[in-house]
């Protein structure tokens, strides 16, 4: 790369291919899509969809009007990590010798996007990783996803990391900061693109579900949370809805047996406890958008809900997002049902204290994620440095 002060030629259109293969990986690349198709004359984007997730992925395509390019279709019934990840790296390595591309998209933490990073690093294919920088510094919590994130970092050639708090994390392991650029989440211009749409809530899972009162969005489904810890989330559950009159649970339950079959039992029957199957993501968002309250133990929504402006309790020990919880936006409350119960009745009682916990300032983003990665890669096509500028770079307190 070239200095700052050099302003050098485009070398032609680079060939981007955007690897997707779960439904969080398309919600957060689909922005990021739709703002390099919106410059054909700098890139040629190539889509490439591995299926870990193939329904929920294909909601999300459908959302988002993408449709894949190349569909590698790795999905397979009760697939372990390992079957999957081989699954992906040779035939991912296959499809990477065909399309030959100058530059490879992943975004955070799946099997998928490190068995990419693994075939593109054997192919001398450069690799750029949104959301990168991540980490709860324990390598079994969340399994396997720290696992996959810090590996693939070790592979990476452009680091785009959500927020300062993640590329600090990265410089602390010795990434060189020229290649790190604080770009924003691209969930939160997701959030914004698809809170313009008009929602019929008659025309979905939810048209029984009676949404009056103060309505409690719980999701959980972590492979850490099985057995004993989710039947504790789940009588905390019972607990919150014989205390409080007036609140209703809706639960999108997941269709893990493990997860289905502990909630199935504990909560099936239960008055005011809606039990749904899993929603699509524009349902959600629009249920997630009608909550007083949310529960959860996956990572998106701790990122969702404080663009949102809902106050969140994190059903985990740790978290690796720990940006809302440092805003005041968010609590880990851990899997105790004694700890759950309270805490949710503090913000369900005190109202001083609901309110700390919405603010107008987003620690992950401004709506702008996308465009800055666009940016970056402009830059990076070009051999300009630094792909940012410093104030171009996303700064939380800026973001109001």
Not at 3 to 30: C, F, H, L, N, Y
Request: proline letters at 6%; aromatic letters at 4%; glycine letters at 6%.
């Amino acid at each position: 790369m070239t200095d700052a002060s050099t302003q050098s030629q485009p070398t032609g259109r680079k060939r981007i291919a955007v690897v997707m293969g779960t439904r969080p990986e398309a919600i957060k690349m689909a922005p990021v899509v739709q703002g390099l198709r919106n410059r054909p004359d700098r890139f040629e984007t190539i889509v490439v969809a591995t299926a870990q997730h193939r329904q929920m992925l294909d909601q999300v395509f459908a959302i988002f009007h993408i449709r894949p390019d190349v569909d590698l279709d790795l999905m397979r019934p009760d697939q372990s990590l390992s079957g999957l990840a081989a699954r992906v790296l040779g035939t991912m390595d296959e499809a990477l010798r065909e399309l030959r591309p100058d530059l490879l998209l992943v975004q955070g933490d799946t099997t998928t996007v490190l068995a990419t990073a693994l075939a593109a690093f054997h192919l001398g294919i450069p690799l750029a990783h949104v959301e990168a920088g991540l980490r709860s510094h324990d390598l079994r919590n969340p399994f396997p996803e720290e696992m996959n994130r810090r590996l693939t970092s070790v592979l990476t050639a452009l680091h785009l990391a959500p927020t300062p708090l993640a590329a600090a994390a990265l410089r602390l392991e010795g990434v060189d900061p020229a290649r790190i650029v604080v770009t924003g989440n691209t969930v939160v211009d997701a959030l914004h693109q698809l809170l313009r749409e008009p929602f019929d809530v008659s025309a979905t899972p939810l048209a029984g579900v009676p949404l009056d009162g103060r309505l409690l969005v719980v999701t959980s489904h972590r492979r850490e949370s099985w057995g004993q810890d989710l039947e504790n989330t789940c009588r905390a559950l019972r607990d919150l809805v014989e205390r409080f009159a007036d609140l209703r649970v809706v639960y999108p339950v997941h269709l893990n047996p493990n997860v289905r079959g502990t909630v199935m039992e504990e909560l099936g029957g239960a008055g005011r406890i809606h039990l749904t199957e899993p929603l699509d993501y524009f349902t959600f968002i629009n249920l997630m958008r009608r909550a007083h309250l949310i529960l959860t133990d996956s990572g998106g929504v701790q990122e969702e809900a404080p663009t949102l402006g809902k106050p969140l309790l994190v059903l985990r020990k740790l978290t690796e997002r720990p940006e809302a919880f440092q805003a005041g936006l968010s609590k880990v409350v851990g899997n105790s049902r004694e700890t759950i119960v309270a805490e949710a009745a503090r913000l369900l009682q005190d109202d001083a204290a609901y309110r700390r916990m919405i603010s107008v300032d987003n620690p992950f983003g401004d709506g702008q994620a996308a465009a800055r990665i666009v940016k970056a890669l402009e830059r990076w096509s070009s051999g300009i440095t630094p792909l940012l500028a410093a104030d171009e770079e996303f700064r939380p307190e800026a973001a109001a």
